[in-house]
């Protein structure tokens, strides 16, 4: 057992370890209460974008779904007459500028994820939505906006704590393990308490959803529903071509492999959440778990494998010439995957921005025309 997964399971419960931390637990939630204090009172500053930003994040550390979540979003506000961009802060990126960068039609050739981030790289292949990344949220959506003056609204990935910024929509996403043992960081899996009031700007609760077979806390909240999509080998997935609609969701070639011969790669938060629905498609497989964002440099599997299958988040982070030089012999597949909120969640989303678009009186806040 790794030990992100010994300790996530510490977190989980109120055992030993957790217990031994738990003095720690309560100097976070004084440090987050001054914190709040401190923005509340105008010590700290807390800068409004003159379009509508909706908040994606976790209250947990860890991954949850808030990239799925973002992606769903896009294309979701798009379908309804928005025109979105997106925020993010590029966690992962190396290397990188400490500018804002905005990532576009015109910026892409000379990017890459290591660059950007390994998220915000599937993003932009996945919605070619234009994204400001900044450490500072406030600074990427100026540029953003100044680059992009259609955009009238924005996703921030990630950034339910960075109260910098304001925003008029929050979306929190859990997924199984809840709240965990319900103590804050170290002791427990919390990045701020459960029941946290709104971030500056925002007047209504958040909206929550479940990335989860049923809900796992007791907060009212919406469910999604998830699935790995029929897998497809890289070069497909690369060009931009959408899984399969028919056919087996597993070629039939990697259901007569052997584990030796089929390895399954996952540098995520949790790695098993890849790894378990594998197997209920009938893989045999080795696992090979990496780092969260790691940056596989070098290639974790061996030149003598025949098949690797990815997350997309991993695959994001390989080139056709790589591949080609260091793992000729390899086929590489994704399994991407298949992120569906249910339909209350985007009634609910909707009504909140159209009242946000009737208290603009369709300004301000709202740059150009209401969602159609």
């Not at 990239?67 to 896009?74: E, F, H, I, S």
């Not at 500018?99 to 390994?118: C, K, S, W």
């Not at 897998?231 to 070639?253: A, H, I």
């Not at 992120?339 to 300004?363: C, I, N």
Request: with cysteine.
């Amino acid at each position: 057992m790794s030990a992100s997964a010994w300790l996530t399971r510490q977190w989980l419960r109120r055992g030993p370890v957790a217990r031994l931390l738990w003095p720690l637990h309560a100097l976070t939630k004084g440090l987050l209460t001054l914190r709040r204090i401190a923005y509340q009172r105008g010590w700290k500053v807390t800068r409004t974008l003159p379009v509508p930003v909706i908040v994606v994040g976790n209250r947990v550390v860890g991954g949850a779904g808030k990239t799925p979540t973002v992606l769903a979003l896009v294309r979701h506000l798009r379908a309804q007459g928005w025109q979105p961009g997106v925020l993010s802060r590029g966690y992962g990126r190396h290397g990188g500028s400490p500018q804002p960068i905005v990532l576009d039609a015109n910026t892409e050739e000379g990017l890459d994820a290591r660059q950007v981030g390994d998220e915000c790289w599937l993003i932009w292949r996945h919605t070619a939505a234009p994204m400001g990344i900044a450490s500072r949220r406030y600074d990427a959506g100026q540029v953003l906006l100044k680059a992009h003056p259609e955009i009238d609204i924005l996703v921030c990935d990630d950034g339910l704590q960075h109260w910098a910024l304001g925003r008029q929509v929050e979306i929190v996403v859990f997924d199984e393990r809840g709240q965990g043992n319900g103590w804050l960081l170290p002791a427990g899996l919390l990045r701020e308490p459960i029941d946290s009031a709104p971030g500056p700007g925002c007047e209504q609760p958040p909206l929550v959803l479940y990335n989860a077979a049923k809900p796992s806390t007791r907060q009212s909240g919406h469910m999604a529903l998830r699935a790995l999509a029929p897998l497809q080998t890289w070069e497909d997935w690369w060009s931009g071509s959408p899984p399969p609609s028919q056919g087996p969701r597993v070629p039939e070639v990697l259901r007569q492999t052997t584990p030796a011969q089929l390895w399954a790669v996952a540098g995520i938060a949790q790695p098993q959440r890849f790894f378990k629905p594998l197997k209920h498609l009938g893989l045999h497989f080795t696992p090979c778990p990496q780092p969260d964002h790691d940056r596989l440099d070098p290639l974790p599997w061996p030149d003598t494998v025949r098949h690797v299958v990815l997350t997309e988040k991993d695959a994001v982070k390989l080139s056709p010439e790589r591949l080609k030089q260091q793992r000729p012999q390899t086929q590489v597949w994704v399994a991407a995957l298949d992120f569906q909120p249910d339909k209350a969640f985007w009634q609910a989303l909707d009504q909140r921005l159209d009242h946000l678009h009737a208290q603009a009186g369709g300004a301000s806040v709202l740059q150009g025309a209401a969602p159609m």
